[in-house]
């Protein structure tokens, strides 16, 4: 019998004489051809809706396995064997009510602070991993006619989102004139020769700097080289053929009262280009601005009964997003099982304008679901470490991330 080498670990050093490098990447650190080929892809969809969640009708009541679920929860019933749901959670320091749906991916603390400063979101940070394997590292969107965004860079600056799903659809799946593809084409090289040559007068500035700003400038030149691989990458992407669809364009709807119906839309278009390859990384901004003054609700029944019901609305679309993906076949799986759905809001309470307690769920992802874990209402547990096993169940070594130390407690990985 053939015994396959194990492949050698990214994280194996040489050591000698109290020194230790970090080997490069090699061919001996990946799994076996047929092994490789078996991999399903794992993927990760993170969701905001930016006027909260109301707690009374999402927490369900009592913990564990036998919870009994909620008005909302109970829209996904279908689904409850596959996600996990979490109340007494929180960004650490995340505060500044609405001000703290930028937030909401980078955990980066005070947002409504003077001079802040945001961090790098979790999808940005998963896609500067992974992002590389796809035609597009991540996809941004937001279902809004304003400019917010859940993603941010390294250095925090917002990257804009793609509003309308028909463009999202048209950049996945329409392939162009060749005369567009070249012109494309030719923008990249033009960009990657404004980096050469910034990149060599950076190299020549070096010289005159202090040990400190060569530690800079050092920095700058590794995301330049970054930057170089990420246009060389886009370069050969252009001209490979886009995946076909039988599925058609979905139609415009700039109406902010239909917030839930342009959702639908998009999620549509996301479960295609999971479903593609096309990208392994989404996040989507649902913006509920419109809604805002019932959200201010002060307890009212029948402001309380409006506003259930354009919650119930969105609950119904998300069921509806989860059932494609579970219905959805490959090799052998489901596409929500190697797919994590990340929902939830940047307040606990819109009436309050509290940031604590978010009603948060995740769905998807080869975890074992199917629970209501319960943390402190009052001493809230780190959302943050939710993220860092997310950031896990995707393949990256880490231990943490933002303000997250540790994974999850109580959210257990499933052995395939």
């Not at 050591?15 to 490069?24: D, F, H, S, Y």
């Not at 947002?111 to 979101?121: A, D, H, K, T, Y």
């Not at 929902?343 to 819109?350: E, L, P, Q």
């Not at 809230?380 to 994974?407: A, D, I, R």
């Amino acid at each position: 019998m053939l015994t396959l080498p194990t492949p050698l670990h990214r994280r194996t050093f040489l050591r000698g004489a109290g020194v230790a490098i970090a080997l490069p990447w090699l061919d001996a650190m990946q799994a076996s051809g047929a092994a490789a080929e078996r991999a399903t892809p794992r993927r990760m969809v993170a969701i905001e809706t930016n006027m909260g969640i109301l707690p009374q009708f999402f927490f369900p009541t009592g913990d564990g396995a036998t919870y009994e679920p909620s008005r909302y929860l109970k829209r996904l019933a279908d689904h409850r064997e596959r996600l996990t749901v979490f109340s007494g959670v929180s960004l650490p320091g995340v505060t500044g009510g609405h001000a703290a749906e930028r937030c909401f991916l980078t955990g980066t603390p005070h947002p409504e602070r003077g001079g802040f400063r945001n961090g790098v979101s979790l999808d940005q940070y998963a896609a500067e991993q992974i992002g590389n394997q796809t035609r597009f590292p991540s996809l941004v969107l937001a279902m809004t006619n304003e400019n917010p965004t859940l993603s941010f860079t390294r250095s925090g600056a917002p990257i804009p989102a793609e509003k309308s799903p028909r463009q999202l659809f048209e950049r996945l799946f329409v392939q162009g004139r060749p005369d567009e593809i070249e012109s494309r084409v030719e923008s990249l090289r033009q960009g990657r020769s404004t980096l050469d040559f910034v990149g060599d007068q950076s190299r020549r500035l070096n010289r005159r700097l202090s040990t400190t700003d060569r530690q800079r400038m050092e920095q700058y030149l590794a995301a330049v080289r970054d930057l170089e691989q990420r246009l060389h990458a886009a370069q050969e992407w252009e001209r490979r053929p886009k995946p076909k669809v039988s599925a058609s364009p979905p139609e415009e709807n700039k109406d902010p009262r239909q917030f839930v119906e342009r959702s639908r839309m998009m999620f549509d278009v996301i479960k295609l280009a999971l479903e593609t390859d096309s990208s392994r990384v989404v996040s989507l901004f649902i913006d509920t601005t419109v809604i805002h003054n019932i959200t201010h609700h002060g307890n009212r029944p029948e402001v309380l009964d409006e506003l259930s019901g354009h919650e119930q609305r969105q609950f119904d679309a998300l069921n509806e997003f989860l059932t494609s993906l579970h219905s959805t076949e490959e090799q052998g799986q489901r596409l929500l099982d190697n797919t994590m759905v990340l929902y939830g809001t940047c307040m606990g309470s819109a009436n309050s304008h509290s940031n604590v307690n978010l009603p948060v769920l995740l769905a998807g992802g080869q975890f074992r679901h199917g629970q209501h874990l319960a943390f402190d209402t009052e001493n809230n547990y780190p959302l943050s470490n939710l993220y860092v096993s997310m950031l896990q169940q995707l393949g990256l070594e880490v231990s943490e991330f933002s303000t997250g130390k540790s994974t999850m407690r109580g959210l257990e990985f499933r052995t395939p």
